[in-house]
C-alpha cells in the first residue's frame, strides 16, 4: 500500500516482516515434526537393504512396459488402419519381445551391441574382404 504522496506505507513493511517471522517458525516446527526429514532418506535406505527387491522390481517394470506399450501402439494401429486384430496381435509379440530383451540387459545375461558384430571382428582381425 502507498499513501498519496507515493511513500510505501509503514504499516505494509511491519505486516511483511511479521509474516516472514511466522513462516521462517513454521518451517522451523515442520522440521523438528518431521525428524530431519528422514521421510525422504527412507526410500534410498530401503533399497540399499534390499537390491534384490530393487532388482525384481526394475525387471518386472521393463517386461510389462515393453507389453503395455506393444499392445497399445498394436491397439492404435487397428483403430487407425481397420486391421483388427492383426496389428495388435503383432505388435503385443513385438512388445513381449522387447521388453524381454531389455530384461535380459538389466540382468546381465546379454550384451549390448552396437554397430554389425561380423563388420567389428573383421576389422580387428585385420580382415578387410576386398579393400
Known sequence: MSDRDGAPDPSTSARDTELSGRLRDLGRRLRERRGDDRAD???????????????ALRVASDLVGGVIVGAALGWGFDRL???SPWGLIVLFLFGFGAGLRNVMKSTGLSRSTTGGADGDRDVKQGNTRGH
Not at 532418506?41 to 532388482?55: L, Y
Open 41 to 55: 532418506a527412507a526410500p534410498k535406505e530401503v533399497a540399499s537393504r534390499n537390491p534384490g527387491v530393487a532388482m
Open 81 to 83: 488402419f481397420d486391421t
